[in-house]
Every structure is written in C-alpha cells, then in structure tokens.
C-alpha cells in the first residue's frame, strides 16, 4: 500500500509538472478518424445527402427555421456522412445574407442515441446557441462524424472535427441560398477543441467560404503530455471532472482508426468493457457504468508505448500556430473539466510560437464560463463581421 502511494505521489506530481512548465509543443501531421466511408458516391464534402424538417420539439424558441441533415464530410477513409442541424432566424435576411455561426457541441455522450440532432442542443447550453439567432446569425450545428450516423465517434480527433464543422457551413449553404458565406465557430469544451483545429484548417479546407474567426470555450488540451504517466498506478480519485468517460471515449476512438496497435492489450476486462459500450449506450446508461471505474482499473499496462504516444499526439495535440483569423479562447477559474493550468499552459505555447490570441479568464466552472464570457465573446464576433 505504501507503495502504490508512493508511485501516485509521484504521477500526481509529475502531471503538475508538465502543466507547469510551458515547452513548445511540436507541430505534427494528424490522424484523422471516423466512421465507414461512402464509396459509391463522388459528391464533394458538403453536400447534403438528406434533409428533413427538424421536429418542433427540437426547435430553438428564437428559430425561424430549422432543419435536420446528413450531409458528406471528410473521415480517415475518404469522404463519409455526418449529421447535423440548421436553424435561421424569423423574418427576412439582411442585404448579403444571413451570417453563419457554426456551433460545436460539448461532450454529451458517445453514441447514436446522444447526437443532438436526435436530442436536441443540450439543456446546458441551449439558452447560450438560442442568443445567436437572436442576434441575427444563423446556426449551423453538426453532430460531428459517428455520432447519429455509423461507426465509432472519433472523440477529440481534432481534425476530423474541424472537417465535420466546415462541412456542417457548406451543407447549410446547400439547404439555403440565403445565407451569407461570412461565417465563425463557436465552441465549448470537445467543441472548443474542435474550434480551434477548425480555426487552423478553416481558410485552406474551405477557400470559398468566408471564414472570419473562432472563439473556443474551455478546451481540452495537453492531454497528449499525460498519457505516458497513465497506467495501473494512475490516480484513481481522477485529475479532472469525467476522466474515465472521456479517456474511454478518446480511446474506443483510437483503438477503431488504429487497429495495428492493439489497444486491447493495454486494457483490463473492466477497460475493454466499457471502451466496447461507450459507442453502444446512451451516455446515461454508460456513465452509470463507468461511475465508480478509475482509469487505473481501465488499464493493464503503461500506455508509454512511442507507436501509441505518437497516435495519441497525432490525434489530440492542439495546434500552436498556422492560425490565419483572430482567434478568442475562454477559461473558467473553477473550471475542474479542463483546469486552468492546462490552457495556461496552451496559451504560453501558443505565444512561443507566435500565435496571439485573445485570451480571458472567467470566475465559473466549465459550462458557467460561456455565459460569463458571452458579451465579450459577442462583441469579438460582431467586429469579426464587420
């Protein structure tokens, strides 16, 4: 016993480290994962394959109109579907069209069953995406790839978002010709993660759009720098808010998109188990199993393998620079799904390499923080328009 403690003493203290010390992190090429490819057709990223009324029950209060879709985006193995939601403010357009937001979701679950076009935006943050259609913006909000549609979500693949993202603007110029090609992202949480490599790829993946900016609310990073700490000896009290579901979640992704490393091995039967039900369950059925589950009792072994460190970079490290629009990120000082020290550390990261964004701290947690931070953020976004 004396020793277990001694080893998560020092993992523990370890992790404080690396998110002390801010070093450049590198620049690398990523991974992209997703669901099963559509191979039968040439349709370019962005078109819609369906589109249906969105039902009144998932309706924001201010739309004036809104719609489900499944439309092509770009996955690991070529171009594959994703879903979404489209919803336009009453009344007329302005001269030039609507102004596009695109909405990136938080974490709600891992499954078919949890894709907001099937719920809904979530409760959380409903009131929040409803105030953008008050001001005039239309929303377009996509599921991103795996969930609503088939295969294993490739959670935290930051470029498989980005993707699913842009394409979630071109399918909503699809659907309506009445929407400007000015457009932003706005994110929170698994959505400010994917604001941010949408921020990175939008100018390049999509040059005829009009791309104007990001702003990211707390985003998951340097999570790459703690996986060679993670083993059995793990802390089990946790170092953030939801650790097993979301590292279940980022590796029932990375075991689909890397069969070669099996991922397996690095599992116990507890592991494995609930990396099997994450894409299968509602995520309140699979958070009652995961409850009491540490992400020591997931693992067999150290997952400090350089094959696995290497996908595990490629698929979760935040780009650092190659931002070519202005770009605002939004920490809460409570917040204990991200904690601070980790965006410090990504903000010194970013500056090292040039980038300069407009950074702020907000006193609330996690979710409170888009809140506190909306006029801010609301003022960044109309001079990104202007």
Do not use: C
């Not at 001001?135 to 377009?140: I, K, L, N, P």
């Not at 620079?321 to 020290?341: E, T």
């Amino acid at each position: 016993m004396r020793r277990r403690g001694y080893l998560q003493s020092m993992v523990a203290a370890a992790i404080a480290a690396t998110v002390a010390v801010s070093l450049p992190l590198l620049d690398v090429g990523r991974t992209q994962a997703g669901a099963a490819p559509v191979s039968s057709t040439q349709q370019a990223p962005g078109a819609v394959l369906e589109s249906s009324p969105l039902p009144a029950n998932l309706w924001l209060p201010g739309a004036g109109t809104a719609w489900r879709l499944t439309y092509l985006t770009t996955g690991p193995r070529g171009i594959t579907p994703s879903t979404g939601m489209v919803f336009l403010p009453p009344g007329l357009p302005p001269a030039g069209g609507w102004p596009v937001i695109a909405w990136a979701h938080g974490t709600i679950g891992d499954s078919d069953f949890d894709a907001p076009s099937v719920t809904g935006v979530d409760g959380d943050t409903r009131a929040y995406v409803n105030d953008w259609l008050g001001r005039g913006y239309a929303v377009a909000a996509t599921d991103y790839i795996g969930l609503g549609t088939e295969g294993v979500p490739p959670y935290l693949d930051g470029q498989a978002a980005a993707h699913a993202v842009i394409d979630s603007v071109r399918a909503a110029h699809a659907l309506d010709r009445s929407l400007s090609p000015k457009w932003a992202v706005v994110g929170l949480s698994e959505g400010g993660h994917a604001a941010v490599f949408t921020a990175h790829e939008a100018t390049r993946y999509a040059p005829e759009l009009d791309y104007r900016g990001a702003v990211a609310n707390g985003v998951p990073s340097n999570i790459e720098t703690i996986a060679p700490l993670a083993g059995p000896w793990f802390p089990p009290a946790g170092l953030f808010a939801g650790l097993t579901n979301f590292m279940t979640f980022v590796i029932a992704g990375v075991r689909d998109v890397h069969p070669e490393l099996n991922v397996d091995s690095y599992l116990t039967p507890v592991g494995r188990s609930l990396v099997d039900a994450a894409p299968n369950l509602p995520y309140a059925e699979f958070a009652k199993l995961s409850a009491n589950v540490s992400v020591a009792q997931m693992l067999s072994r150290s997952l400090a393998n350089p094959a696995l460190l290497a996908a595990l970079r490629d698929y979760l490290q935040v780009p650092t620079s190659g931002f070519d629009r202005p770009l605002f990120i939004a920490q809460g000082v409570r917040d204990a799904v991200v904690p601070i020290p980790l965006t410090l550390k990504l903000i010194a990261d970013m500056k090292l390499a040039g980038t300069r964004p407009d950074f702020r701290v907000y006193p609330g947690d996690h979710i409170r923080t888009i809140y506190d931070a909306e006029q801010d953020e609301t003022r960044f976004v109309a001079g990104l328009f202007r």
